[in-house]
C-alpha cells in the first residue's frame, strides 16, 4: 500500500478538519446508501488526474498546477463542489482531450482548497459514485461532458463466498500493514473500522501500490463480488513482494524476480563485509591478483595470457557465475609454481646413506639412482628419468619414493593411480563445465609448490578404461621426456613443463601396462627379499615401527634373529614384508596388553612364545619330496607374491593312449604338457621307450594344490622329465628342481623371475637347480649370497634336461610296460 495515502487520510481526520467539517474519512452503509440514492446532474466538469484513480467514499488529496485545472477547482468550489475525476491514460500530456481521458471515472466532492506558498492549488476531494463519460460537450476553459450513472451489482449478504473474499481481503490488510515499516500502525485502526464492504474494496484498491491502468480495470468491474476478488489477488501479489523486501531490506521494486534478489543480496552481504572490514570487492581482488602476478617467475607467453583472462575478469559482473569460474582459473595460475625449483642436494654418499638408511637391499635401484644423482651432478641440467619399480606387494616400491625425494632434497608428491577410469582425473576438465577443475598432475605440482619434485605413480599397471576415456593413454604424454615439457591441461589451457619433474611408476605386473607407456619408462626389476633380508628388515625396521606406532619404547620387546626366522618361515610365504609386519604387529600387542594390564611377560621372545601369540605355524616350509616314485618332478614357478616350488606328478593306467591334466591349469600349461608328450613319443628310441605303451597306457598329469590357478610356460621341463621318468620307470636326480620352457624341436627357452624361484629353491632345501643357458645372465647378476649351497646346470635342448635330471637306477616296484 502507498504510504502517502495512508498518512493523509489520518492527518485529515484529526488535523485538517473542525467538527463542524463534512468529511467523513470513514463510510458507513448507510452513507453509502444516500449517496447511491443521489441523483447525478446531466453534464459535469472533468478535472483529469495524472497517476492516481479515485474510487467511491476514499477522500485523497490532489495538486493542481494546469491553468485549466485550477479554473475548474475554482469555479466548482465558489459553485456546488462537484465535479467529476477521471484519469489520463498519458501522464505525459499536458492538455489533455476527450481521447486522452478514460471513459470510466468518479464524480468527487471538493472538501477543501489550500493555496500553497509554491502558488499550486492542493484540492481534497472525496468520492461519491462511478459514472461513464457520453459525450465531452466543451474543452475550453476545461473539459466539460454528459454524464450516465453506473450501477453497482452487489451480491446478497447471506453470500458466504463474498463474505469470505471481504474477510480474507480485511486479514491480508493488517498483514501488510504490519510487514511494513512505511505504514503507521494507525492505518490497522481504519481498517478494522470500515463496515461497508463497497467501500473497504474501494479503499483498499486505492491504497495499493498498483500501475494507473490496473486501479482503472478495478474501477470498471460493476459486479462488486468480482472486483472484491481481483482486488485480492492483487493483495496477495503486493504481500509476496513485500516479504521478499523486508528478507534483503532494501528498496521496493515491482519486479522481484530471482536475479533481482540474488543481487540485492549480494549487494548487503558486501555491504555488510565493508562495514565489519573484512570484505573484499573485486576491485581489490583484480588489484591483489595484479601484485601476486609481479611476484611470478612466468615467461612473457605465460604473462600475456594471464593478462588477457585478467582483463576478461576485469569486465565482468561479479555477480554472474562465469566470475566466480574466471577468479578460480586465475587463482590457479597464481598458485602453481611457474618455473619454482628447489636446489637438488648432490652430495652423493648423503643421499646412499639416506637410501641405505630406510631400506635394506634393493641394491640395482639404489644404483640406478646414485648414477642419475651423479650425472646431474655433472651437468647441472638433465631432462629427469622415468623409473618404473616393477615387483611383488609389499618390497617398498612406494616408500623407495619418500627416500628417493629426501635423497635429493625435493618435494615428495605420491597420486595412487589404482582403478582411475576417467582421462579427466589426468588431464583436467575444461572450465567452462560445471564443477571444472585441473588434473591430479597440475593440482600435485600446485600442493607441492615447486616444478620438480619427486612424483610417485602408484599402482600404474592398476589403470582402467572406462567410459570417460582411456587415462592410460593420457599418461603417454605425462610420462614422454621428449613431449613433458609441454603438458596440456584442459582446465590450465596451455603447456606445462613437467620436464624437471622425476616420476617414478610403480607396479605389480607389466602385462596389464599399456605398450606404448611401458616403452615410454626405464623398467627396474625390484625382486622379493630372502629369509636373511627379511629377518634384517624386521629388526631394523618394522619392529621399531611397530613399538613406536603401539606406545612403546624399544626396550619393551626383544624378538632376536631364530624367532624372527620362525615367524618369516612358518607364518609368511610372500615377496614382500607387509604380512611380516602384521605378525610383528600381534607380537607387540601382547606386549602392549600385558603392559596396560600390569602382567608379566617375556620381553625377549622365546619360539613358545612365537607359538602361543601367532598359533601353530600355518605354513609348512616348502619340502623337497623324495625321488622314489616315478613321474614326480620337483619345478620352480613364480607367483605375485613371490617364488614358489611346484610339484608335477604323472601317472599310466591301462587304456587307450589318452593324455588328461588336471590341477586347475591355464591353457599355455596345458600345451606344454602335449608338447613334451608328443616330443617323447616322436623320440621313443632315443630315450628307451617302447612306442606301443603310447597306445596301451594313458597318461594322467596332476600339479597339486588345485584350488590355485597356474599358468605359463616355465614348466614344459618339468613336464618333459616327468614323462619320460614315468615311461622308463628311472629315478629323478635327488634334490633338483627346474625351469624352463619347451619347444617341439627340443629347444629349452629362457624364463622369467629367476631370483624368487632360487629364494623357493633354497627354502625347500633344493640343492641343483636346472636352467636354460640363456638364464645365466640372470644369475650373474644376482649377489653371491643367495647362491650360497646351490649348484646350477645349463641346458640348451630337452636332451641335456634328461641326461641331467634321470639317473640311470630304476625306482622301486617299477613297473613293466
Known amino acids: 500500500m502507498a504510504k502517502s495515502n495512508f498518512l493523509n487520510l489520518d492527518n485529515l481526520s484529526f488535523q485538517d478538519f473542525d ?138 449478504k447471506e453470500n458466504e463466498e463474498f463474505r469470505a473474499i471481504i474477510d480474507s481481503i480485511k486479514d491480508l490488510s493488517l498483514d501488510i500493514i504490519k510487514e511494513s515499516p512505511n505504514i503507521p500502525s494507525e492505518a490497522s485502526f481504519a481498517i478494522k473500522n470500515i463496515e461497508s464492504d463497497s467501500f473497504l474494496v474501494n479503499f483498499v484498491s486505492s491504497n495499493m501500490n498498483l500501475k494507473v491502468e490496473e486501479k482503472q480495470e478495478l474501477l470498471k468491474i460493476n459486479d462488486l463480488k468480482e ?123 648423503r643421499a646412499q646413506k639416506i637410501l641405505d638408511r630406510d631400506h635394506f637391499g634393493l641394491e640395482d635401484v639404489k644404483k640406478r639412482i646414485i648414477e642419475y644423482l651423479a650425472v646431474l651432478k655433472l651437468r647441472n641440467d638433465m631432462k629427469s628419468p622415468i623409473l618404473c619399480l616393477y615387483g611383488p606387494p609389499g618390497v617398498g616400491k612406494t616408500s623407495l619414493g619418500k627416500s628417493v625425494a629426501e635423497a635429493l632434497g625435493r618435494e615428495y608428491v605420491r597420486i595412487s593411480l589404482g582403478g582411475l577410469r576417467d582421462e579427466a582425473e589426468i588431464r583436467g576438465h575444461r572450465k567452462t563445465y560445471i564443477g571444472a577443475m585441473p588434473g591430479r598432475i597440475i593440482q600435485s605440482l600446485k600442493k607441492a609448490q615447486t616444478s620438480n619434485p619427486v612424483f610417485v605413480l602408484d599402482e600404474i599397471d592398476k589403470l582402467s578404461t572406462g567410459s570417460q576415456g582411456d587415462p592410460s593413454s593420457a599418461m603417454l604424454e605425462v610420462l614422454d621426456p621428449e613431449q613433458n615439457n609441454e603438458f596440456y591441461d584442459n582446465f590450465l589451457e596451455m603447456g606445462y613443463d613437467l620436464s624437471k619433474v622425476m616420476f617414478i611408476a610403480t607396479s605389480n605386473s607389466l602385462n596389464t601396462i599399456q605398450p606404448a607407456l611401458r616403452d615410454r619408462m626405464e623398467i627396474i626389476n625390484v625382486t622379493g627379499y630372502t629369509i636373511e633380508e627379511k629377518v634384517e628388515i624386521a629388526k631394523r625396521h618394522l619392529l621399531p615401527k611397530q613399538l613406536k606406532e603401539h606406545g612403546l619404547d624399544d626396550k619393551a620387546l626383544k624378538i632376536v634373529k631364530p624367532q624372527l626366522e620362525k615367524i618369516v618361515e612358518g607364518y609368511t610365504r610372500e615377496s614382500g614384508v607387509r604380512g611380516l609386519e602384521k605378525q610383528i604387529a600381534k607380537m607387540v600387542r601382547y606386549a602392549a596388553k600385558n603392559i596396560a594390564m600390569e602382567e608379566e611377560y617375556n620381553i625377549k621372545v622365546t619360539n613358545d612364545d612365537v607359538i602361543e601369540i601367532l598359533g601353530s605355524p600355518r605354513l609348512e616350509r616348502d619340502k623337497y619330496e623324495n625321488n622314489d616314485v616315478a613321474g614326480v618332478v620337483t619345478g620352480l614357478a613364480w ?159 630337452m636332451s641335456d634336461v634328461l641326461k641331467l635330471a634321470l639317473t640311470k637306477q630304476k625306482v622301486q616296484n617299477a613297473k613293466k610296460l
Not at 502558488?119 to 459514485?129: A, L, P
Not at 466543451?138 to 454528459?146: D, I, M, R
Not at 549480494?266 to 570487492?281: A, F, P
Not at 559482473?317 to 602453481?336: C, M, T
Request: proline share 5%; net charge neutral.
Open 19 to 156: 467538527e463542524n467539517s463534512e468529511l467523513i474519512p470513514l463510510m458507513t452503509p448507510e452513507d453509502e446508501e444516500l449517496i447511491n440514492n443521489e441523483s447525478l446532474p446531466e453534464s459535469l466538469p472533468i478535472l483529469p488526474l495524472r497517476n492516481t484513480v479515485l474510487f467511491p467514499g476514499v477522500v485523497i488529496p490532489i495538486t493542481a498546477g494546469r491553468d485549466a485545472s485550477i479554473k475548474l477547482i475554482n469555479d466548482a468550489n465558489k459553485g456546488g463542489k462537484v465535479i467529476g475525476v477521471v484519469s489520463q491514460k498519458d501522464e505525459s500530456v499536458e492538455n489533455p482531450t476527450a481521447k486522452d481521458i478514460y471513459k470510466t471515472g468518479t464524480v468527487a466532492r471538493i472538501l477543501k482548497v489550500l493555496k500553497m506558498p509554491d502558488g499550486n492549488t492542493t484540492v481534497i476531494i472525496q468520492g461519491k459514485k462511478r459514472f461513464v463519460i457520453n459525450e465531452v460537450i466543451k474543452e475550453k476553459p476545461y473539459l466539460t461532458a454528459t454524464i450516465s450513472d453506473i450501477p453497482e451489482a452487489k451480491p446478497a
Open 227 to 349: 472486483r472484491a476478488l481481483q482486488t485480492l489477488k492483487f493483495m496477495n501479489l503486493e504481500f509476496q513482494k513485500l516479504e521478499l523486501k523486508n528478507d534483503i531490506q532494501n528498496k521496493v521494486q515491482s519486479d522481484m524476480n530471482q536475479q533481482q534478489r540474488e543481487y540485492f543480496l549480494h549487494q548487503q552481504m558486501k555491504t555488510i563485509q565493508e562495514e565489519l572490514g573484512g570484505g573484499v570487492s573485486s576491485g581489490e581482488e583484480i588489484e591483489d591478483m595484479k601484485a601476486r602476478a609481479k611476484e611470478k617467475k612466468w615467461d612473457e607467453k605465460v604473462k600475456a595470457h594471464f593478462e588477457k583472462e585478467l582483463s576478461k575478469m576485469q569486465r565482468m559482473n561479479p555477480q554472474v557465475a562465469e566470475y566466480s569460474i574466471q577468479r578460480n582459473y586465475l587463482d590457479l595460475f597464481l598458485d602453481l609454481p611457474w618455473n619454482e625449483f628447489s636446489k637438488d642436494k648432490f652430495d652423493l654418499k
Open 639 to 797: 607367483t605375485s607374491v613371490g617364488g614358489d616350488i611346484l610339484f608335477i606328478e604323472s601317472i599310466l593306467s591301462k587304456g587307450k593312449g589318452t593324455l588328461s591334466i588336471t590341477g586347475n591349469l591355464g591353457k599355455v600349461m596345458k600345451e606344454s604338457a602335449t608338447i613334451a608328450m608328443e616330443y617323447i613319443k616322436a623320440n621313443a628310441d632315443e630315450f628307451g621307450i617302447n612306442p606301443e605303451v603310447f597306445a596301451k597306457y594313458n597318461v594322467h598329469i596332476h600339479v597339486p594344490e588345485g584350488a590355485t590357478p597356474k599358468d605359463g610356460p616355465s614348466a614344459g621341463v618339468t613336464m618333459l622329465t616327468s614323462l619320460v621318468s614315468l615311461f622308463t620307470q628311472r629315478k629323478v636326480k635327488k634334490s633338483l628342481a627346474m625351469t624352463g620352457e619347451i619347444t617341439l624341436r627340443g629347444k629349452v627357452l629362457p624364463v622369467g623371475g629367476i631370483k624368487e624361484k632360487i629364494l623357493a629353491a633354497k627354502r625347500a632345501r633344493i640343492k641343483e637347480i636346472l636352467l636354460c643357458e640363456d638364464n645365466r645372465r640372470d644369475i650373474d647378476e644376482i649377489k653371491p649370497e643367495y647362491l650360497k649351497g646351490l649348484t646350477f646346470h645349463y641346458v640348451k635342448d
